[in-house]
C-alpha cells in the first residue's frame, strides 16, 4: 500500500486539475483541496509511473515535450518517446545521460548529441561536453519529462543528471514531472554519507552508498534539504509507482547500462563497485560483470577468469589480457537479500593479502566512490569490518531519519 502524506497526496490532485505541483518545495506547508482521486492498489499489479498514462499525458496536451530517459524509459517493451509520439505529444528534444539514448557507450564514454533516427527527434548529450542542460538547450521547452531507471547505489549517475535537470529546470522556469520506478536494491539503506569535500558526478548528495530511495523520492529531498545551485527549487511532480513497497523485490525488465545485465549484478553493485578505486577486477570484459572480483596476483586460485576487450561494454576493461584468480559471487546475492548490507568483507581481505605486492587503491578514484577518505584510512590501519561500520552509523541514522520525510512508498520496516 503506498504511504502517501498529504504533500505527496497533493501531486496526484494537481495532476487531474490540470496544474503541476510545487508542493515539494516545502513539505510542511499546509493547504486544501479536493478529495485525491482513487488508485488502484486492489489488483496487486505494479505500475510504473510511466506506465500510468491517464496521470500525466493529458498534462502534456499543446505543450512542447523535453524528456530525459534512456532504453529502460519504457511502456511495456515500447520506448515511452515513441509512445509519445504516437500518441500525439510534441516532443521536440531528447536529452541523453551517461550511457547514451539507447544505452550502448560504455561506462565513463563521451556521448555525443546526435539525432535518433527513428523519430528524428535532437538528442542532446548530457555525458559529453557538459552534464547539465543549458539553457539554450531548454528553448523553447514548456515541460520536461525525466524517466530513467536507477539501481539505488549513490556513485550510479542517473542521479547526478536528474540533479541538473531539476537545477537547470529551475532557472528557466520550467516544470518538471518525474515518471517514478522501483528501486532494486530499495530494501535497505547502508554505507557512509558522502561528506562535501568529496563530492563529484559520481556522488552529490550527503548520502550514504545504499540509500534505500527511488528517483521521484530522492527529487522530493533534493529540492526539500535545498541542495540546488543557490537554493533553487524545482516545480516537480512525480507520478508515483503504483502497488510498490520498499520491500518489494523488483527484477528489472531492461538492463539498465551496460555492464549491470542481471538482477545478481544488481545486488553486488554498491559492494563491488567500491573496487573500482582499487587494481582489481570486477568483471569488466567478461560473461559476468560486477558478479565476480579478481586480480593475477589474487592468492586464492579456485576460480580464474580473463578480461578482454568488449567494444561497448568495456573496452578496455582493468586486467585486460590476463588470467585474475578471485572469487564467484554470482549465488551470494540471495545472501545479500536475506541479510542485506553494503559488504566489506571482500574488499578488507583484497588489500590485506595484496597490499605489499602491489599498490591497491588507485588515484582518488575510491575516495570518490566512498565519499570520503575514512574507509580507504581504516582499511589500511586494519580496522574490523564491524569497527568500520560503527563508525559510519551516527550519520547514517542521521540520514535514515530525514530519508522517511520523502518516502512516497511505505519502508522496508
Known amino acids: 500500500m503506498l504511504h502517501i502524506s498529504f504533500a505527496r497526496i497533493i501531486i496526484l490532485i494537481c495532476l487531474f486539475s490540470g496544474c503541476i505541483s510545487t508542493s515539494c518545495q516545502n513539505n510542511n506547508t499546509k493547504q486544501t483541496s479536493p478529495e485525491a482521486p ?27 515535450v523535453g524528456i530525459v530517459t534512456n532504453h529502460t524509459g519504457r511502456i511495456g517493451k515500447v520506448h515511452l518517446v515513441d509512445s509519445m509520439v504516437k ?28 539525432t535518433d533516427p527513428a523519430t528524428g527527434i535532437k538528442i542532446v548529450s548530457l555525458y559529453g561536453s557538459h552534464f547539465k542542460p543549458a539553457q539554450s538547450e531548454l528553448k523553447g521547452i514548456d515541460i520536461m ?11 550510479y549517475t542517473y542521479i547526478s543528471t536528474m540533479h541538473y535537470v531539476m537545477e537547470a529546470s529551475a532557472e528557466a522556469n520550467i516544470p518538471l514531472i518525474i515518471l517514478d520506478r522501483p528501486n532494486p536494491n530499495g530494501f535497505y539503506v547502508d554505507g557512509p554519507v558522502l561528506q562535501p569535500q568529496y563530492q563529484s558526478f ?54 539498465p547500462s551496460p555492464n549491470l545485465q542481471t ?21 569488466r570484459g567478461t560473461d559476468y560483470p560486477f558478479e565476480v572480483f579478481g586480480h593475477p596476483k589474487y592468492p586464492d586460485k579456485d576460480f580464474s577468469f580473463k578480461p578482454e576487450s568488449r567494444p561497448g561494454y568495456a573496452a578496455q576493461p582493468p586486467c585486460m589480457g590476463e588470467l585474475c584468480y578471485g572469487i564467484n559471487l554470482h549465488e551470494y546475492a540471495d545472501i545479500l537479500i536475506a541479510k542485506p548490507k553494503l559488504e566489506l568483507k571482500w574488499l578488507i581481505y583484497s588489500y590485506n593479502a595484496m597490499h605489499k605486492n602491489i599498490s591497491f587503491f588507485q588515484n582518488n578514484m575510491f575516495d570518490k566512490l566512498a565519499g570520503n577518505s575514512e574507509l580507504r584510512q581504516q582499511i589500511i590501519a586494519g580496522k574490523t569490518e564491524e569497527e568500520i561500520r560503527q563508525s559510519w552509523q551516527p550519520q547514517l541514522n542521521e540520514f535514515k531519519a530525514k530519508r522517511k520525510q520523502y518516502l512516497l512508498y511505505e519502508d522496508y520496516e
Request: hydrophobic share 40%.
Open 145 to 155: 519529462i525525466f524517466d530513467i531507471q536507477d539501481v539505488g547505489a549513490r556513485f
Open 263 to 283: 538482477i545478481q549484478s544488481i545486488y553486488l553493485y554498491p559492494s563491488l563497485c567500491l573496487f573500482e578505486g582499487t587494481v582489481m577486477s570486477i568483471g
Open 202 to 255: 559520481i556522488g552529490m548528495h550527503p548520502i550514504p552508498v545504499v540509500h534505500g530511495m527511488t528517483t521521484g523520492e530522492l527529487a522530493l529531498m533534493i529540492n526539500g534539504e535545498g541542495w540546488l545551485k543557490d537554493g533553487l527549487l524545482c516545480n516537480v511532480t512525480v507520478i508515483p509507482v503504483n502497488n510498490y513497497t520498499h520491500a518489494t523485490l523488483y527484477e528489472l525488465p531492461e538492463a
Open 38 to 64: 482513487v488508485i488502484d492498489t486492489l489488483s496487486g499489479k505494479l505500475q510504473t509511473g510511466a506506465e500510468q498514462t491517464a496521470l500525466y499525458f493529458p498534462l502534456l496536451n499543446n505543450k512542447k
Open 87 to 114: 500518441a500525439g505529444i510534441d516532443v521536440v528534444k531528447i536529452f541523453a545521460p551517461e550511457h547514451g539514448f539507447r544505452g550502448h557507450a560504455e561506462a565513463g564514454e563521451k556521448v555525443q548529441s546526435d
